[in-house]
């Protein structure tokens, strides 16, 4: 009876809040609050359990990848669309798709958490899979230091009753001390060592720059169970996996999201075994498109404006490297709420040399001064600071109505440019 009156109230508030436009979150939290064993009773009998995707840099590109391959092996794949990548945020996913009975029409879950707040939600059910991606210093108001998040990840591995998917590379978690006590089985994901340059860990983020990196293969043969991004060119990338060398021309923008891409597919053969069917993955991961907000491109009067999200310095960095400043109008909009992470000092570990010879044209945000500043000692130009980002948006589409657009945003800036170029874009059609 519990259970059936979360599912009823909790949809009841889901209808509510669509209606007004907002609050993904709050109907997982009334069912919660109901039912505190909705998740475990609505997701406990899954054919094929529960994947946990997490770690600091590309859990959404990476959980939406992962849902299209398994997909393209004829998978039923529930997961949190929205990005709400708290437990209460996966209640209110499964509020939209479960029937008045609790039941879920799906054969496996794959869900981005939060590193902190799958803590909770691995409590409540054990995951049969997780894919755990990277440590980097994010948000460090939030997790503190970057050894206590790969803690937290630990604990997300510890709990997982198959196989545990880890990013070979990275020094806290591609490591025997971090797998040696887990009962899982432990696979990899990883890059050749002619790309390392490339992918620096946390550790190695500030030795060397991005620039004159080698991408042919250089690197020995890897195991069986374990998947390789051996080289990129363009948008062309080469996986290794099972004994051989697989290229794919991606959709998918910036070298991280190739990286990105070698993790999902270590996730899926993992979870499909010697059933999975190679063509039809290849031609789902060469058709995933951008998530949300993540590379994305929205049309304005006909030209292109690509959104790209930065969080921390990492992140920020491979944005840089990936995308080609030349010929492109560059704004940049900094934002200091919750989900930004409130501390912004992250700025000053972030190298925007790559941004001098076209400048900035516009920076916006609640931290555009503190960005307008980083910039300047970075020798970048900039061509206008508004806080506003309405004002901003339009003042930046007016200046360069013409050619590529480039908008760096954090987080909430994102949605917020997100929107408002939606509300643009719209209003272009609708007078057309």
């Given at each position: 009876?519990?259970?059936?009156?979360?599912?009823?109230?909790?949809?009841?508030?889901?209808?509510?809040?669509?209606?007004?436009?907002?609050?993904?979150?709050?109907?997982?939290?009334?069912?919660?609050?109901?039912?505190?064993?909705?998740?475990r009773?609505?997701?406990?009998d899954?054919?094929?359990?529960?994947?946990?995707?997490?770690?600091?840099?590309?859990?959404?590109?990476?959980?939406?990848?992962?849902?299209?391959?398994?997909?393209?092996?004829?998978?039923r794949?529930?997961?949190?669309?929205?990005?709400?990548?708290?437990?209460?945020?996966?209640?209110?996913?499964?509020?939209?798709?479960?029937?008045?009975?609790?039941?879920?029409?799906?054969?496996?879950?794959?869900?981005e958490?939060?590193?902190?707040?799958?803590?909770s939600?691995?409590?409540?059910?054990?995951?049969?899979?997780?894919?755990?991606?990277?440590?980097?210093?994010?948000?460090?108001?939030?997790?503190?230091?970057?050894?206590?998040t790969?803690?937290?990840?630990?604990?997300?591995?510890v709990?997982?009753?198959?196989?545990?998917?880890?990013?070979?590379?990275?020094?806290?978690?591609?490591?025997?001390?971090?797998t040696?006590d887990?009962?899982?089985?432990?696979r990899?994901?990883?890059?050749?060592?002619?790309?390392?340059?490339?992918?620096?860990?946390?550790?190695?983020?500030?030795s060397?720059?991005?620039?004159?990196?080698?991408?042919?293969?250089?690197?020995?043969?890897?195991?069986?169970?374990?998947t390789?991004?051996?080289?990129?060119?363009?948008?062309?990338?080469?996986?290794?996996?099972?004994?051989?060398?697989?290229?794919?021309?991606?959709?998918?923008?910036?070298?991280?999201?190739y990286?990105?891409?070698?993790?999902?597919?270590?996730?899926?053969?993992?979870?499909?075994?010697?059933?999975?069917?190679?063509?039809?993955?290849?031609?789902?991961?060469?058709a995933?498109?951008?998530?949300?907000?993540?590379?994305?491109?929205?049309m304005?009067?006909?030209?292109?404006?690509?959104?790209?999200?930065?969080?921390?310095?990492?992140?920020?960095?491979?944005?840089?490297a990936?995308?080609?400043?030349?010929?492109?109008?560059t704004?940049?909009?900094?934002?200091?709420?919750?989900?930004?992470?409130?501390?912004?000092?992250?700025?000053?570990?972030v190298?925007f040399?790559?941004?001098?010879?076209?400048?900035?044209?516009?920076?916006?945000?609640?931290?555009?001064?503190?960005?307008?500043?980083?910039?300047?000692?970075?020798?970048?130009?900039?061509?206008?600071?508004?806080?506003?980002?309405?004002?901003?948006?339009?003042?930046?589409?007016?200046?360069?109505?013409?050619?590529?657009?480039?908008?760096?945003?954090?987080?909430?800036?994102?949605l917020?440019?997100?929107?408002?170029?939606?509300?643009?874009?719209?209003?272009?059609?609708?007078?057309?």
């Amino acid at each position: 009876m519990r259970h059936a009156l979360a599912i009823s109230v909790g949809k009841a508030a889901r209808w509510a809040t669509m209606r007004r436009g907002g609050g993904s979150a709050a109907p997982g939290l009334v069912a919660e609050r109901i039912d505190p064993g909705f998740l475990r009773a609505t997701l406990g009998d899954l054919p094929y359990g529960v994947v946990v995707v997490s770690g600091t840099n590309g859990k959404t590109t990476t959980t939406k990848i992962v849902v299209e391959l398994l997909q393209s092996q004829g998978l039923r794949v529930f997961t949190n669309r929205t990005g709400s990548n708290f437990s209460r945020g996966v209640v209110a996913s499964l509020l939209g798709e479960v029937d008045l009975r609790g039941r879920l029409a799906a054969d496996i879950a794959v869900l981005e958490l939060d590193e902190a707040h799958a803590i909770s939600f691995i409590a409540s059910v054990p995951p049969r899979y997780c894919l755990l991606l990277n440590v980097m210093r994010d948000q460090l108001d939030r997790f503190g230091e970057i050894d206590h998040t790969a803690r937290l990840l630990h604990k997300i591995a510890v709990a997982t009753q198959d196989t545990v998917v880890v990013n070979g590379d990275d020094p806290r978690i591609g490591v025997p001390a971090f797998t040696a006590d887990l009962t899982a089985s432990v696979r990899t994901f990883d890059t050749d060592p002619g790309l390392h340059r490339l992918f620096p860990s946390d550790d190695a983020l500030y030795s060397d720059t991005a620039e004159d990196v080698p991408t042919a293969p250089t690197g020995p043969p890897i195991n069986a169970d374990d998947t390789r991004l051996v080289s990129i060119e363009d948008h062309t990338a080469v996986f290794g996996f099972a004994g051989q060398a697989h290229t794919v021309q991606l959709q998918l923008e910036g070298v991280h999201n190739y990286l990105n891409a070698a993790a999902a597919i270590a996730l899926t053969r993992a979870v499909v075994g010697d059933r999975l069917d190679t063509p039809a993955l290849l031609r789902a991961l060469a058709a995933v498109k951008p998530a949300f907000g993540r590379g994305e491109t929205i049309m304005v009067d006909g030209q292109p404006v690509e959104l790209v999200l930065v969080k921390n310095p990492a992140g920020f960095r491979l944005s840089l490297a990936s995308f080609d400043p030349a010929d492109v109008a560059t704004m940049i909009v900094i934002n200091d709420d919750y989900a930004d992470g409130r501390d912004v000092s992250w700025l000053w570990d972030v190298g925007f040399e790559r941004l001098r010879e076209g400048g900035v044209a516009m920076v916006s945000g609640h931290r555009c001064w503190d960005m307008a500043l980083r910039l300047h000692y970075d020798q970048v130009g900039f061509e206008s600071v508004e806080e506003e980002r309405g004002p901003a948006l339009d003042a930046f589409l007016a200046a360069h109505p013409q050619g590529r657009k480039r908008i760096f945003v954090t987080y909430t800036a994102m949605l917020q440019i997100r929107d408002l170029l939606g509300e643009r874009a719209y209003v272009e059609a609708r007078v057309s």
